[in-house]
Nanobody, 123 residues
């Protein structure tokens, strides 16, 4: 059974940084487009970043552009979300998701999802 696992969440002060790795069992993330999403209870899920399967394309939501960076370590088959200059409004549960796709980022319909890792930005 395919499982995606996020980690690296926690409590951080405003202006701080966190790195969230996304790993998978039974599949190689190197073959998949991977997206990061976030959602708080009672709020809609927000897609915040995506990396294409060949890492040739990365996309970011305006809310995180310039502060977050998505990347791959193909040797380790891990996708990272580096989050810098964190703000209280970044407090959410962060999910990674994967889909077999071409050299672009898919517009929804992700196939596999993780269970999320919570991020709290507070002083």
């Amino acid at each position: 059974q395919v499982r995606l696992v996020e980690s690296g969440g926690g409590l951080v002060q405003p202006g701080g940084s966190l790195s969230l790795p996304c790993t998978a069992s039974e599949i190689s993330l190197n073959d998949y487009a991977v997206g990061w999403f976030r959602q708080a209870p009672g709020k809609e899920r927000e897609g915040i970043s995506c990396i294409s399967s060949n890492a040739g394309l990365t996309e970011y939501a305006d809310s995180v552009k310039g502060r977050f960076t998505i990347s791959r370590d193909t040797a380790k088959k891990v996708v990272y979300l580096q989050m810098n200059r964190l703000k209280p409004e970044d407090t959410d549960v962060y999910f990674c998701a994967a889909k077999l796709w071409g050299s672009t980022c898919p517009r929804g319909g992700m196939t596999y999802w993780g269970t999320g890792t919570p991020v709290t930005v507070s002083s």
